[in-house]
């Protein structure tokens, strides 16, 4: 026989559904500057996904992936650096944009590590992503439920 462990209360939906944002000008802009950051930027193999990051200040800083034999890094964190590395300290949005094969632009979702990153410099950074074949924006803490840095 098999116990409740939730002693009758009613269990919350996890995670949570979330808050979905509606895409302004300025992210159809970031959309655009991780779109031609890769295009101008595609090497087969190497760099084929772009990000932009909207820095507190409204400057929008680019990254490239960078992809060798044994180790890949993400084209967020290096837009990250790029703008740290530009003295920005608050970030108010980040997406990224792929241009496999020389395809057409699409965005992409963060993965794993990335959601772990843009939520340890910010958990209300808007992040633009793809679900169920739609593009969306919410709160990097709607993304990442439970983050490392508020264990």
Do not use: W
């Not at 779109?35 to 929008?60: C, D, L, M, P, W």
């Not at 530009?86 to 959601?115: H, K, M, W, Y």
């Amino acid at each position: 026989m098999r116990r409740r462990r939730d002693n009758g209360k009613r269990r919350e939906r996890f995670p949570p559904p979330m808050d979905y944002q509606p895409l302004t000008k300025d992210d159809e802009d970031l959309i655009d500057a991780a779109t031609e950051v890769i295009r101008e930027n595609y090497v087969r193999g190497k760099h084929h996904v772009g990000a932009a990051v909207r820095g507190a200040s409204g400057r929008i800083f680019r990254g490239v992936h960078l992809e060798s034999s044994g180790i890949d890094t993400c084209a967020e964190p290096v837009a990250f650096g790029t703008a740290a590395a530009n003295g920005e300290r608050g970030f108010q949005a980040v997406v990224a944009v792929t241009l496999n094969d020389g395809r057409e632009p699409r965005i992409l979702s963060p993965c794993g590590v990335c959601r772990e990153l843009i939520t340890f410099y910010g958990p209300d950074i808007e992040v633009i992503f793809v679900e169920d074949g739609e593009v969306r924006k919410a709160r990097a803490r709607d993304l990442l439920p439970g983050p490392y840095a508020d264990s």
